[in-house]
């Protein structure tokens, strides 16, 4: 198994230098691609110091289009994606890699640890997205809103392209469940930030509802 990994990074440069050491003992790797969505901050400049590939967007147009370059400069067969604020626990994927299934059409989902009390939240995104992804791709699904995902380069190629936004991850689950590829999801110890209970929270919980709506309602005309 040979794997790309895509990391999409936006002013994340408090985290990636960890995120990348951790990936350097992965034998696996062939190329780390870090796609640096139009960072202010130190994040490109990390990237290259740590031998990543980097691709660069003139301006930040968000996690999907960030994917969606990083999966275009990707060229083993398969590919990895991964959230750039893991930090050490990124060492985790090679759960992950274990547990694909050899030989056949998987994606391979990483599940965090349930802390009770962290973050704000009353879980309604992940309620929703396990709706869409039951009733129109057929997976049961317990972390829907993972973007930590093994699969192989030409399956994520049959459901390009990925959608705009943070219905990303749900469309996802909709046409690769509707593909019938397998659904593999790994308990691991992976751990990153969490959106609070603040303002700006609210705001962001508030987005994501609207896309994840969205995003089942564009695929019920799929």
């Known amino acids: 198994m040979t794997i790309d990994v895509v990391i999409p990074a936006h002013n994340e440069e408090i985290y990636l230098a960890k995120t990348l050491e951790a990936l350097s003992t992965v034998k696996q790797i062939s190329k780390v691609i870090v796609v640096d969505d139009g960072s202010i901050d130190e994040t490109a400049n990390i990237a290259v110091s740590h031998s990543a590939t980097l691709v660069s ?4 147009q968000g996690k999907s289009a960030a994917l969606m370059a990083g999966v275009r400069a990707a060229r083993s067969e398969f590919v990895l994606m991964l959230d750039a604020d893991l930090g050490e626990s990124a060492s985790e994927i090679t759960k992950l890699i274990q547990a694909y299934p050899v ?3 998987a994606c391979v989902v990483a599940l965090f640890p349930v802390i009770t009390g962290r ?3 009353i879980g309604l995104a992940v309620r929703i997205a396990r709706i869409g992804a ?3 791709g057929g997976w049961q699904m317990k972390a829907p809103l993972s973007g930590q995902r093994l699969l192989r380069r030409d399956t994520l190629d049959s459901i390009l392209p990925l959608t705009y936004g943070f219905g990303l991850e749900t469309a996802m689950n909709i046409r690769l469940g509707r593909a019938k590829t397998q659904l593999v999801e790994v308990e691991t110890q992976m751990d990153h930030r969490v959106t609070q209970n603040d303002l700006k929270g ?3 919980r508030a987005k994501q509802l609207l896309h994840l709506v969205m995003a089942i309602s564009r695929e019920c005309f799929h």
């Open 119 to 121: 973050g704000g939240g």
């Open 103 to 105: 030989g056949q059409d």
């Open 134 to 136: 039951r009733f129109l």
């Open 57 to 60: 967007l003139s301006r930040n």
């Open 202 to 204: 609210r705001l962001h």
